[in-house]
């Protein structure tokens, strides 16, 4: 082989064992080798982009000088394999196993963390577990004694969809130092202060994990760092490393000279550090780099310089040894020295999660130049400087606002690189402070941050310089001089300052469609934190004794900040009766079956399956156009792509080119014409994923573009767009109730979709077996039959040649229903024209972009009332986004009017829904299917009624609730008196009287942060409206050695199921938890399945599966009858020798529910479930931001089954609707491209927006005869409670409003996202900015829905 194709060899350990590779690829990430190569699978892919944590390992590195190992914490998808020669990496399943757990004692610390979570009930679907887990175990290597605040900062990187995060923190509180206790059914013992329960032992609960009975905690003895690496880095020959892949190759110097040829060379080859950066533009933008080099190993990058004038950082430092080494100076110096350093520090505990903050450099963040970069403006506002160097010598270049001259671009010249940064120590006399604010308050990028500096003549006043610089308001970070030189030479004061918000208002501007819109918000942020500033300079002057007076003490709530600190949480439920025998697990807190499996990685999803021989890889082609023809679709360079094996479009489908859901017809692939961005037009197959992605990458489809593109329902309502039919109710005589009420009013409300964001995207592996046309399906679904049709109608074969598997799903949330579906079609249609395996998973960004979200929609309706509160009419009007096709939409607008009543007994109502068609992605069910939409408006108008007669919410919600046995108004008769029982409770349990008066109190002492406190109720029907949805059958099958494997037709997506069906079993059959398995969910063994949904999957599965038990039961009762002293064992051989079945089918009809829309009446629910829930907020008015202080939720779920699983349902909704109703934003382009892509811009709630304190008690004494031993189904209803977090929101909203002069009613859209919150509170920054010209110009995004 010629030199120059020379590869080197990798080496590295992974979990102990030396790994070589010879022929590295520099575009292999470490996530993809993980899986791909070494097969180990514990680590996830969920976002492929850092911004999830779900792929999270442990790398450890050997440093020759200091002689010290460091351990931390990486995001495996972005670290390049060619990064890790000389590394050792820990993946989960490098520290502990089931296993390994099974033997005798075992003192580890990953034991503990795999455990800890488990047995805390903190994993759901687990799909997020392991990366939870390394994280945690990464911190422990490094401090085994955290602080709660370390831990909670180690988790921000890390998201996590099903659980609320609550019992993760309170699983490894455990290993505080000192922690409060958590108080688990009451409790006030607990594992943390090591007497009492981690789960409650009490009360007949059956497992314990107090602290004593955890293994005590020993970190020596964790895996070692294999010597050998010790030693290469010590003694090894260094030399140039060179890595060849298929289309770049990665050089890796040794020393800085080599380094700085190597750029004069090849003066466009980036220098990889992080690759938090170029990593990603490579994934997702398609860039190429032919040569990419590496500066991980030039030592003269990595070193650090502490001066009396400063300390100088190589631009190679990690974020993270950035923060040490600040944190060392600001320790070690005078605290007048310490100004931009400290500033510095603020911003860097911000930035990112703490995996991406191991491994971005310093050198990195500048030379990215982003906008937003939260570092670049301080650096710049802090008189800082880089050391520029090239062959041709150094430069030391000040970091001003001449250093960043466009969108990622510096004056670095192509063959310089940032060697190092200096930051002086500040002088006396001077401030230096940082802001930032984010749509969530941790690893999101800034919306608009600031670095601003200011420094007085000696002992007075008076501005002698100052630096403003902002991020987020431009192209790249912006200096704000005209506004700098109103305040330079006069004294710090109001009068100064107002010239200085004038000029700032001219000065930094943005036009109406400025990318990454809000526009409004992002330069009224500008001034209020240039106010913020303002406060914090006065503080420091009068601190200083420059000048005398005080910040106004109502003012001061402009610089403190919002609680932070997480408090221990309160959870109650029902005991079991006191003589439920031992071994009967019904009713107690059992772990999840799978927890464990989850904690060490071993838990398989759909993509975890192993590569099969000749398996090939789908891609998806989807439209870039909102509404065209189809002129031409070009396979040829395609097809000609190395590893393509296949291109086809709907053409080519043998059978039903399209699924039919509701009636009404879906294309499977486009056919002739595509009507929305993201469209599915054809596929390409290939032999490796990134081969068949760079080959749909190179379909070209000609469109001819239609005319009359929809997106919002206004439009949709105007050209009569709508999926019919359209759905009304009325009850009472409403014309009068509006002639006769002492009020009327008219309001309306607006509700974003929201984005399903399960941790597992969609994925499936479709087997053809090669006889009789038979196929296996394995499917990340909630509804195996449907798949299981789709596939038999596309391909044209009977249902009895498909079979349909689900192990278990890495979440779903109602996402997995139909869409799923058609993604099976389109791969199996892959499977069968090959003859190959086939699997498909798609990337974050296609799942975002393809398989839609929650419909938006858009609520209006007026109100009768009198003036004692009692509403007395409603006519309401509901118009739902459907998207582009029908899926589930009409029912989704049908279950909009039934639940539109919630808990209030409204006497004449009227009430319209339509789904409209739009040319934007095709919206499906989400948990709740309509109603967190539905109770949404009706709560926003109750409110309004509140606001209009100047009464407390609560006290309207109260006045109008059902209280005796009623008829709802399709005349379904139920009794609230769980709903008054929750209510009630849930007033007393969160003390709403006291803190009202509280919050009052606070509100009248504060300008600019602002209480509210709100407590919403809600009565949610089980079951599902169509009759045939109820049943479930299951089949059960006793081994002859007693162990029983039970299937149904449940799919286990993180809700429990499974273990509450083997709860169910052990009871029914009287045999212990551990004798009982479910191994999947498969079409061959439980056919005709209804989908996982609608809460109602334990409901109708469970009692399937009692009937076959009940049946076994039966058949051996004489055989136990004969032996009365034997054990099941006995009794199973001896059946079989009798020759008993020992196997048996269940069936559960379910309830005959249905809905008469002509009539307008029905039974459409089973029962309801009822619950109230009361959340107190705090406001920050000045940027919108907001933290939740306290949830009480109190739930009536009859007998519960589990409660453990049942509370971690409750949580876990509810953060999802707090998520929905004041966080996740979609974003589409004015021409229908959906922007939200991905964790980097669409958020859901993490760990920082977890309720400081979050009680949950689970209404004692209620019985349910309707479902399986009196329980209730949970899954859906708690997600509307997060909407009480946006009703304490609005009231904190209008208190501010109040002290601007404003009252009464204001609109107030959801999610009530600080850029709402902010502009609602309408303080004088946000009226300082003038309104945009949005008729002249097109703003950035839709306003939907
Ligand atoms: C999930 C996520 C969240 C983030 N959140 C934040 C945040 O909240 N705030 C924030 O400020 N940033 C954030 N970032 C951005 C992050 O800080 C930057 O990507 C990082 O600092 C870049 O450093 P790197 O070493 O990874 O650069 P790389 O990706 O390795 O390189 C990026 C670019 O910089 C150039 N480069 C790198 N080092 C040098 C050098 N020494 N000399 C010359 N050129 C060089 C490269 O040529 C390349 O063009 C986030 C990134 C991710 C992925
Ligand atoms: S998969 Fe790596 S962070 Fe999301
Ligand atoms: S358990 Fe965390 S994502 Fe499902």
Request: net charge negative; glycine share 8%.
């Amino acid at each position: 082989m010629a030199e120059q194709q020379r590869s080197d060899v990798l080496a590295f350990y992974v979990n102990g064992k030396k790994v070589t590779v010879s022929d590295a690829d520099p575009e292999t990430t470490l996530l993809g080798f993980l899986r791909q190569s070494l097969r180990l699978t514990g680590s996830k892919y969920g976002c492929g982009g850092g911004g999830c944590g779900a792929c999270t390992v442990m790398l450890s590195r050997y440093d020759p000088q200091t002689k010290h190992i460091h351990h931390f914490s990486v995001n495996a998808c972005l670290m390049p394999v060619c990064q890790l020669h000389g590394a050792a990496v820990t993946t989960v399943e490098g520290i502990g196993s089931t296993k390994t757990r099974l033997h005798p004692v075992q003192p580890y610390l990953c034991v503990h963390v795999q455990e800890r979570i488990a047995k805390a009930h903190g994993s759901q679907c687990g799909f997020c577990t392991p990366g939870m887990v390394m994280s945690i175990y990464t911190l422990l290597r490094n401090k085994p004694q955290p602080t709660m605040e370390e831990i909670r900062e180690t988790l921000g990187g890390n998201l996590c969809r099903c659980t609320g995060y609550r019992p993760i923190i309170e699983g490894y509180r455990t290993f505080c130092e000192s922690e409060n206790c958590c108080r688990v059914n009451g409790s006030a013992g607990c594992a943390a202060n090591g007497n009492g329960p981690l789960e409650p032992a009490e009360n007949g609960q059956t497992e314990t994990s107090g602290k004593e009975k955890l293994l005590p905690l020993d970190p020596t003895q964790e895996l070692i760092f294999p010597p050998e690496l010790i030693r290469m880095a010590e003694s090894e020959e260094r030399a140039t490393q060179t890595f060849r892949g298929e289309r770049m190759t990665w050089i890796s110097p040794i020393s800085l000279d080599e380094l700085l040829q190597l750029k004069s060379q090849h003066p466009q080859a980036p220098v990889v550090m992080g690759n938090t950066n170029l990593g990603l533009d490579i994934k997702f933008k398609g860039v190429i780099h032919p040569i990419i080099i590496s500066g991980f190993r030039v030592r003269e990058l990595f070193e650090v310089t502490e001066k009396p004038e400063g300390v100088c950082i190589g631009a190679g430092s990690s974020l993270s040894t950035v923060r040490s080494v600040l944190e060392k100076c600001v320790c070690s110096l005078p605290a007048e020295h310490t100004q931009t350093l400290a500033a510095l520090l603020e911003q860097l505990s911000h930035v990112a999660g703490e995996q991406i903050r191991n491994v971005a450099t310093l050198g990195g963040n500048i030379a990215s130049a982003y906008p937003n970069s939260d570092l670049n403006p301080v650096l710049a506002a802090g008189r800082c400087s880089v050391v520029l160097q090239s062959r041709e010598g150094k430069r030391e270049v000040p970091l001003d606002k001449d250093f960043f001259v466009g969108f990622g671009k510096t004056v670095l010249k192509p063959d310089e690189i940032v060697l190092s940064v200096f930051i002086p120590v500040s002088r006396k006399g001077e401030v230096v402070r940082a802001f930032r604010h984010a749509p969530r308050k941790e690893n999101a990028l800034a919306t608009v941050n600031a670095g601003l500096r200011v420094w007085f003549e000696e002992g007075s006043n008076v501005v002698k310089e100052m630096s403003v610089y902002y991020g987020g308001v431009g192209p790249c970070t912006v200096s704000a001089e005209r506004t700098v030189q109103q305040v330079i030479g006069r004294p710090w004061n109001e009068a100064t300052l107002s010239d200085a918000y004038r000029a700032l208002v001219d000065e930094v501007t943005l036009g109406a469609s400025a990318p990454g819109g809000k526009v409004m918000f992002r330069r009224s942020l500008t001034l209020s934190l240039l106010f913020r500033f303002y406060l914090h300079v006065l503080q420091h002057l009068k601190d200083t004794n420059v000048c005398e007076g005080e910040i106004p003490s109502e003012q001061l709530s402009a610089v403190e900040r919002l609680p932070n600190i997480i408090q221990p949480s309160y959870h109650e439920f029902q005991d079991v009766p006191s003589g439920q025998s031992e071994q009967d697990p019904v009713g107690r807190a059992v772990q999840h079956q799978a927890a464990l499996s989850h904690a060490t990685g071993e838990a398989v999803y759909c993509d975890d399956f192993p590569r099969t021989q000749g398996e090939l890889f789908l891609s998806v082609v989807t439209s870039a156009r909102a509404h065209a023809r189809i002129t031409h679709i070009d396979v040829s360079r395609a097809l000609s792509m190395p590893g393509v094996v296949d291109v086809f479009t709907a053409d080519d489908i043998p059978g039903k080119k399209f699924r039919s859901f509701t009636g009404i017809d879906e294309e499977i692939l486009a056919q002739g014409e595509v009507t929305c961005v993201g469209q599915m037009v054809c596929a390409v197959v290939a032999d490796t994923k990134p081969h068949a992605k760079l080959a749909s990458a190179a379909v070209k489809v000609h469109y001819e573009d239609l005319p009359d593109r929809i997106f919002t329902v206004e439009e949709a309502v105007e050209k009569r767009s709508f999926f019919l039919p359209q759905r009304e109710i009325q009850r009472g005589d409403v014309t009068k109730a509006f002639q006769e009420a002492d009020h009327v009013y008219e309001g309306e409300i607006r509700l974003g979709g929201q984005e399903h964001f399960y941790m597992e995207t969609q994925s499936m592996l479709v087997i053809p077996l090669g006889e009789e046309k038979e196929m296996k399906v394995y499917a990340s679904t909630q509804h195996p039959t449907m798949v299981q049709e789709a596939v038999a109608e596309t391909l044209g074969i009977p249902s009895s040649r498909v079979s349909c598997h689900v192990k278990r799903i890495g979440g779903a949330f109602g996402g997995k229903v139909t869409k799923t579906s058609i993604l099976a079609s389109i791969t199996a249609l892959a499977a069968w024209r090959s003859e190959r395996p086939v699997r498909c998973v798609l990337d974050r960004g296609e799942d975002m972009l393809i398989t839609g979200a929650r419909h938006p929609v858009l609520g209006k309706y007026k109100v009768g009332f009198m003036s004692d509160g009692r509403i007395t009419a409603a006519d309401v009007r509901y118009y739902a986004n459907a998207g582009h096709t029908p899926d589930e939409s009409v029912l989704v607008i049908e279950k909009i009017l039934l639940h539109m009543d919630n808990a209030y007994n409204i006497l004449n109502l009227c009430s319209q829904s339509a789904a409209c068609k739009t040319n934007l992605p095709s919206n499906t069910a989400f948990r709740g299917f309509g109603v967190p939409q539905t109770l949404m408006v009706i709560e926003n108008m109750v409110n309004d009624v509140a606001m209009v007669l100047g009464r407390p919410a609560e006290e309207i919600r109260e006045k109008n609730m059902y209280k005796e046995t009623s008829l709802t108004h399709y005349k379904m008769e139920f009794d609230p008196e769980n709903l008054l029982r929750c209510w009630e409770e849930c007033k007393e349990r969160s003390e709403l009287d006291r803190r009202r008066l509280d919050v009052a109190r606070f509100n009248q002492q504060n300008r600019w942060k602002k209480r509210g406190i709100a407590v919403i109720p809600i009565k949610y029907g089980i079951g599902f409206a169509e009759g045939f949805l109820n049943q479930a059958a299951a089949l059960v099958h006793i081994y002859k050695d007693g162990s029983v494997l039970v299937s149904h037709g449940g799919t286990e997506m993180g809700q429990g199921i499974h273990t509450k069906v083997q709860q169910v079993a052990s009871r029914e059959l009287d045999v212990p938890l551990s004798m009982i398995h479910i191994s999947e969910t498969s079409t061959s063994s439980v056919p005709n399945t209804c989908p996982s949904a609608a809460s109602f999957g334990t409901d109708a599965n469970g009692m399937a599966v009692k009937d076959a038990c009940q049946t076994l039961y039966k058949r051996l009762e004489p055989i136990r009858k004969q032996d009365p002293n034997g054990t099941w064992q006995s009794w199973v051989a001896k059946a079989f020798l009798e020759r008993i079945s020992l196997s048996a089918t269940g069936f559960y009809r379910g309830h005959d529910l249905y809905m008469d829309w002509v009539k307008q009446e029905g039974r459409p629910y089973a029962y309801f479930t009822y619950a109230a829930c009361c959340s107190e907020v705090e406001l920050d008015c000045l940027t919108g931001e907001y933290r939740t202080v306290r949830t009480d939720l109190v739930a009536d779920i009859g007998q519960s089954i589990n409660p453990s699983i049942d509370i971690g349902q409750i949580e876990g909704a509810f953060m999802q609707g707090l998520g929905l109703y004041t966080m996740e934003e979609l974003k589409f382009s004015p021409s229908g491209v959906l922007y939200t892509r991905g964790p980097g811009q669409y958020k859901i709630p993490a760990v920082c927006d977890v309720p400081l304190q979050f009680n949950v008690y689970l209404l004692s004494g209620s019985h349910n005869p309707h479902a399986i031993y009196s329980s209730k189904g949970i899954g859906e209803p708690t997600l509307f409670l997060g909407s009480s977090v946006f009703f304490a929101l609005k009231e904190a909203v209008a208190a501010a409003r109040s002290d601007a002069g404003l009252s009464g009613p204001f609109t107030l859209h959801s999610p009530a996202t600080p850029e709402r919150a902010c502009v609602a509170c309408s303080t004088c920054f946000t009226q300082m900015i003038p309104q945009a010209e949005t008729e002249t110009t097109q703003p950035w995004a839709l306003e939907l829905p």
